[in-house]
Nanobody, 127 residues
Framework: VQLQASGGGLVQAGGSLRLSCAAS????????MGWFRQATGKEREFVAT????????YYRDSVKGRFTISRDNAKNTVFLQMNSLKPEDTAIYYC?????????????????????WGQGTLVTVSS
């Protein structure tokens, strides 16, 4: 299984970025997908997750209303649209995958619940 994250970069506060995570080696539509981030000197934290079909999403409070997670199962890709970025959003962003039973509606918001991880993409927000 490979998860390839991309789309990071340097942006001014208030700007936008769209992260992508392309998955291979798995049946993508069987997996919930998540985004996590880790700032320098801090622990990894949950950002957002989306269920296998894309109709259930969940966010950490600090990004609600600014970030949107979505997925395209035909392209084996999950996205994170980040708007109104703040300097405190600066971090390496990681995508992760977790096999999900179709009947499960509770989102996976802990990193320990995920089976596969991408390599990360750096997002830097300047003030």
């Amino acid at each position: 299984v490979q998860l390839q994250a991309s789309g990071g970069g340097l942006v001014q506060a208030g700007g936008s970025l769209r992260l992508s995570c392309a998955a291979s080696g798995l049946t993508f539509s069987n997996y919930a997908m998540g985004w996590f981030r880790q700032a320098t000197g801090k622990e990894r934290e949950f950002v957002a997750t989306i269920n296998w079909s894309g109709d259930i999403t969940y966010y950490r409070d600090s990004v609600k209303g600014r970030f949107t997670i979505s997925r395209d199962n035909a392209k084996n890709t999950v996205f994170l649209q980040m708007n109104s970025l703040k300097p405190e959003d600066t971090a390496i962003y990681y995508c992760a995958a977790r096999r999900q039973p179709s009947y499960r509606t509770i989102p996976y918001s802990s990193g320990t619940q995920y089976d596969y991880w991408g390599q990360g993409t750096l997002v830097t927000v300047s003030s």
